[in-house]
Every structure is written in C-alpha cells, then in structure tokens.
C-alpha cells in the first residue's frame, strides 16, 4: 500500500501567512507612493497652468502695445486703453483676474509702475508698464512691457 502515497509539495499555513502579510506591505506602499507621485504631478499641472497663463497675457501686452499707437492708463477704472487708427482695445486689471475685451486671465498680476518716456506716471499716457504679483518678496513674478516710439506717435 505505501507505493500509492505520495507526499504532495506544498507551502505550510504560517508560510502562507507570511506571504500574504509581505505582500500586503508591498501594495501598501505601492499605493502610498502613487499618492505622492500624484500629489506631485498635481502640484506640477497647477505651475504649468499659472505659468501658461501668465505667459499668454505678457504675449498679449507685448503684441497689443507695439500694435497701438495710443496708450493711456486710467487710475479711476484701473485700466489701460490702446488705440490706433483701426481698433481700440482695453486691459481691466481686478482682484484674481485681468480682461482683455472679452479675454479672462485669471492671475494675480496687478499694476505696479508706468512709464512715459522714461519717466514714472501716474496716469495718462504711457509707453511702458510693470505688473507684479507680489505674493513674497522672494517669489515676487514681474512683467515689463513698453513699445518702442517712434515719430509717427507723438503727431496729432
């Protein structure tokens, strides 16, 4: 009788154990380091978009000024006001977002100091602007945008 016995290879219930509770330590940390590669990734999207969009209104200002022959600044509206001898256009600078006719630019830019001919403004016209965020001064993001002038814009 003993030819038909034949002992089976098999693992153990505690060696069992011992798998399952490494394997459930391994896919607990899989899954807290995809949390964190994910919070990161989040982080990442977030800068790009800020980024993107600070980049689209400094491009914007850059084409619009040297597009425009006639630039004013308005304390009253805070807003600045381009003209030529086609179209007008006007920049709104408000809490959390910047328009631009029918454009939205939701940053936290705002105005800091305008130039006409070298020279600090208040308001009026202008030929130069810097924009700021002013979050802390080590993080501080600035634009600076001015046209260049020519003869053509001082006749009227």
Known sequence: MSRFYKKLSALTLSEMLVVLLLTIIVVGLAFSILGLVQKQMFGIQENYERKTVDNL???GMWI????????EFSS??????????IEEKQYGFYDGYVTRGRDTFFTDFKVGKLYFQGNEVM?????AIELSTNYEKEND???FV????????FMN
């Open 64 to 71: 619009d000024f040297n597009s425009n022959s006639r630039i």
């Open 57 to 59: 209104l400094q491009q």
């Open 76 to 85: 009253k509206t805070n807003s600045i006001m381009l003209s030529n001898e």
């Open 141 to 143: 993001n600035m634009i």
């Open 123 to 127: 308001e009026g016209m202008i030929d």
């Open 146 to 153: 001015y046209k260049k002038n020519t003869a053509a814009d």
